[in-house]
């Protein structure tokens, strides 16, 4: 075992998945797998006995699901880090995930590449989004708000109405310079308004701005 690579403990319900994550990951320079387990409940009996740094979780598994196990693992080990294995379709788990304390999603259909890169960056106290989920979840929220204009009131006390707007075009997926022509004001203003959003709201990059936007209903997904 390679005291300088991330130890990471695989979770997932589907053996040939498994291994071929495993086996990626064994072969890269930056990474190596110290555990696995086929569903949350296995994966918590054997959490205690080993040294991890990441632990890739499965959402949809038997006996105990990816929910769960992390919302029980992050109980007793809090700083523990998680990154969700995810397929498209899956997207009404992601809220749940992230309030069980997931740090990263990246798709199963992903390569290696990327899943490193997700790894890395989380070890290193980073969120991860992969660009195609975040896209899907861009595209969704534009077509919600052609729908639906309401903000909920109790979750906006602390922002400003012109704040709350911008915070609703963001997570429409909309750049500075497209807000700021829908707006009418500078692109500085706009800049000025997404840096007091992100300190009100505690985010540090725009995926966790759109999922700050959906769990406080300013934005719904379809």
Excluded: W
């Amino acid at each position: 075992m390679d005291a300088k690579k991330i130890k990471v403990f695989v979770v997932d319900d589907h053996d040939l998945f498994r291994e071929g994550v495993n086996l990626l990951i064994n072969g890269s320079s930056k990474a190596e797998v110290v555990g696995e387990a086929v569903n949350g409940e296995d994966f918590l009996e054997k959490l205690d006995s080993l040294k991890v740094d990441i632990v890739l979780m499965d959402i949809a598994m038997p006996v105990m699901d990816g929910i769960e196990a992390s919302k029980k693992a992050h109980e007793k080990h809090p700083d523990l880090k998680i990154i969700a294995l995810t397929m498209f379709g899956e997207e009404k788990y992601y809220f749940k995930m992230l309030q069980a304390g997931v740090k990263g999603f990246v798709l199963k259909s992903s390569g290696i590449s990327e899943l490193l890169n997700a790894i890395v960056d989380v070890y290193n106290n980073k969120s991860y989004f992969s660009n195609e989920l975040l896209m899907n979840l861009v595209e969704g929220f534009k077509a919600q708000l052609s729908k639906d204009s309401k903000v909920a009131v109790n979750n906006m006390q602390h922002l400003s109405a012109r704040e709350v707007e911008v915070l609703r075009h963001i997570a429409s997926g909309l750049s500075n310079e497209e807000i700021a022509e829908k707006l009418n004001i500078s692109t500085t203003t706009i800049r000025t308004h997404r840096s007091r959003v992100m300190a009100k709201t505690g985010c540090n990059n725009t995926a966790s701005l759109i999922f700050y936007a959906i769990k406080n209903d300013f934005v719904k997904v379809p």
